[in-house]
């Protein structure tokens, strides 16, 4: 089956300054790539996502790319705010699973103001 | 429009008994997956079910079943509790299953505490 890794496991940027979250996977038949937020106690929510026709996709401060001969994609947030800070999950599924995520191990990332 | 809800919000049993967890996904929601997040494993996948079939499963024992109902709501049961079985129980909703469309909706989850 599909195996997703994820990296940094932690990452701490000053407020104004760029993320980046990287994510590998081993199943060249994944086609979609969503990336979720955890705030703490809080459900994980998407915030932006791929489909494997695409290389890159910006939704205001945030954007993603994709790599498919390399099998890795990121997350880059810029202009970072404290209320950036959570734990971001980055996901990949083939189109034969069903609705079957799998899910990278997470990022925390803290804003410091 | 009412997001994902799942009950009970906190839970707290003891090992060897057993638990049943819900989830009421978004009206028109035909699609309800399961995980299971801890700090060491992250989120993994439990289960899937798409109109009231198990249509996908991961790598949990037996002792871990759900079902779902002709109104798309969702349960999930775990018998015989262990320690290791603490988590907090995600379920998530989408509109179309296989569908790429749209992603996950998750509710907030119910924290099972196994003492």
């Known amino acids: 089956g599909e195996n997703v890794e994820q990296h940094p496991s932690t990452l701490s940027v000053q407020e104004g300054d760029s993320a980046v979250i990287k994510c590998t996977y081993s199943?060249?038949?994944?086609?979609?790539f969503p990336w979720y937020k955890q705030e703490l106690g809080k459900r994980p929510q998407l915030i932006i996502d791929?489909?494997?026709?695409?290389g890159e996709k910006k939704d205001q401060r945030i954007a993603v790319t994709l790599n498919k001969t390399a099998k890795h994609f990121s997350l880059h947030i810029t202009e970072t705010q404290p209320e950036d800070s959570a734990v971001y999950f980055c996901?990949?599924?083939?189109?034969?699973?069903?609705?079957?995520?799998?899910f990278g191990s997470g990022t925390k990332l803290n804003v410091k103001p | 429009k009412a997001g994902v809800t799942q009950t009970p919000r906190y839970l707290i049993k003891t090992r060897g008994q057993q638990v049943t967890l819900s989830c009421s996904p978004i009206?028109?929601?035909?699609?309800v997956s399961w995980y299971q997040q801890t700090p060491g494993q992250g989120l993994q996948f439990l289960f899937e079910?798409?109109?009231?079939?198990?249509?996908n499963k991961g790598n949990f024992p037996g002792r871990f079943s759900g079902r779902q109902f002709s109104n798309s709501r969702s349960e999930m049961n775990v018998s015989t509790l262990e320690l290791g079985d603490s988590a907090l129980y995600l379920c998530?909703?989408?509109?179309?299953?296989?569908?790429?469309?749209?992603?996950?909706?998750f509710g907030s989850g119910t924290r099972l505490t196994v003492v």
């Open positions: 998530a909703s989408s509109l179309v299953t296989g569908s790429l469309d749209y992603g996950y909706t």
């Open positions: 199943d060249s038949a994944s086609n979609y």
């Open positions: 791929i489909r494997s026709n695409v």
């Open positions: 996901a990949a599924t083939p189109p034969y699973n069903f609705n079957k995520f799998y």
């Open positions: 009206s028109g929601h035909r699609s």
């Open positions: 079910y798409f109109s009231e079939t198990q249509r």
